[in-house]
């Protein structure tokens, strides 16, 4: 992983790249990549031992012309004020593409989870969510999970909230527990539209899904369903990593097996594959699909100029430097980019906050027909701008279509002159 790439760089890039086809004024260029405003904050917790701990909070509001802001609360040792503000603009542009009334947002603390025990991280969290309170709200701004944290998490954010506010509103966040006003197929969404995104991929490109060899890097929420929903439609998943290494097997792994035994242990090298990869080893593999399903700069142009795939669905934030995509590009490599591919996430949430306000619940198969329309519909919308702009690869085809109508909603709303 490149560690000197700035995700917030990257992001401005792909904006260049996408406005350069379309007719943008220089002033609003750069609004396009800038956020509105960032919370930055501190935090003091006091550990078990009853020592007292401080951590670095963010809450970065990219672009609220289409709607409240809306986007996940990530928790790794790695967040950092750019990289929030990066998977802020990256959700604006996500929400755009699939059309769904939100602007964009994305916060973090500075932590690594692993090292805090439950009661450490509840107040932590609540500490966070007491800070957000007066920046968040269901017409304001509307966190979710993103990597370590869950529906545990997003109680707690929801019960500190309304506790404060002497009120009920469930959709002031989402992806909750269903107890707690949670939608059915949440914890799938981010997965089953990396999977929808390949299976229409794989058929613009006239290629076969079933038998087709899938490696996924990252073994969490979004990689181990992207895996076994890919899997369940009859592709063969010889490869998947999480930061301890890789487990391969050229026949195809058990993708649910694979993932009861990282439960167990922690660990998918824990797994008894025929083999252990390490993550490079398992992103220059010779598979037909290559999911990276970790974090940002995964694949930067050295490696890119190594991938063997031929097709890349993107289930990560960022995974690929904009160097990387030249390189890729330039290669013939189809890469399906991240704000089409798991923004059925966000898509789900949308569902979820719907459901809250109507207090009125969706059956699962519903949820997930709702989510195939939407996923499908803007699969058919990037290809087709794709080719009418004649665009050099589907990410611009994803901010061609994005940064459209973030721009008509800013420009006609009176947000910008
Ligand atoms: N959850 C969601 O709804 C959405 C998530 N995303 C994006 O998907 C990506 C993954 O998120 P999510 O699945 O939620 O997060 P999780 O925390 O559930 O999983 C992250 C996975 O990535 C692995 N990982 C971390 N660093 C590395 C590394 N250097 N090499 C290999 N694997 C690594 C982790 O390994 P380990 O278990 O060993 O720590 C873990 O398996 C992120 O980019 C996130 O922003 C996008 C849309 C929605
Ligand atoms: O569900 C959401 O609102 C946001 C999910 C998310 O953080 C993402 O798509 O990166």
Known sequence: MSEEINPFESLREQ??????????????????????????????????DGSIEMFRAYRSQFNGARGPYKGGIRYHPGVSRDEVKALSGWMAYKCAVVDIPYGGGKGGIVVDPDDYSEAEL?????????????IIGENRDIPAPDVNTGRREMNWIKDTYETLENTTEPGVITGKAPESGGSAGRVEATGRSVMLTAREAFDYLEKEIEGATVAVQGYGNAGSIAAKLLEDRGASVVAVSDSSGAAYDPDGLDAQAVKERKDETGDVVDYDAPETLSNEELLTLDVDLLVPAALENAIDADLAADVR?????????????????????????????????????????????????????????????????????????????????????????????????????????????
Do not use: C, M
Not at 311 to 339: C, H, K, Q, W, Y
Not at 367 to 384: G, S
């Open 122 to 134: 509840e107040r932590l969290t609540r500490a966070f969510a007491t800070e957000l309170r007066p």
């Open 15 to 48: 904006v260049d790249d996408a406005a350069a086809h379309l007719d943008v004024r220089p002033g609003t260029l750069e609004r396009l990549k800038r956020p509105e405003r960032v919370l930055e904050t501190n935090l003091s917790v006091e550990l078990d």
């Open 309 to 417: 795939a031929d097709v890349i669905v993107e289930a990560a934030n960022g995974p690929l430097t904009p160097d990387a995509d030249d390189v890729l590009t330039e290669r013939d490599v189809s890469v399906f980019p991240d704000i089409l591919a798991n923004a059925g996430g966000v898509t789900v949430s949308y569902f979820e906050w719907v459901q809250n306000r109507q207090r009125f619940y969706w059956s699962e198969q519903r949820v997930n027909d709702e989510l195939e329309t939407v996923i499908v519909d803007a699969f058919d919308r990037l290809t087709t701008t794709f080719e009418d702009r004649d665009l050099p690869n589907f990410r611009t085809a994803a901010y061609v279509v994005a940064i459209d109508r973030v721009l008509r909603a800013s420009e006609q709303g009176g947000v910008w002159p």
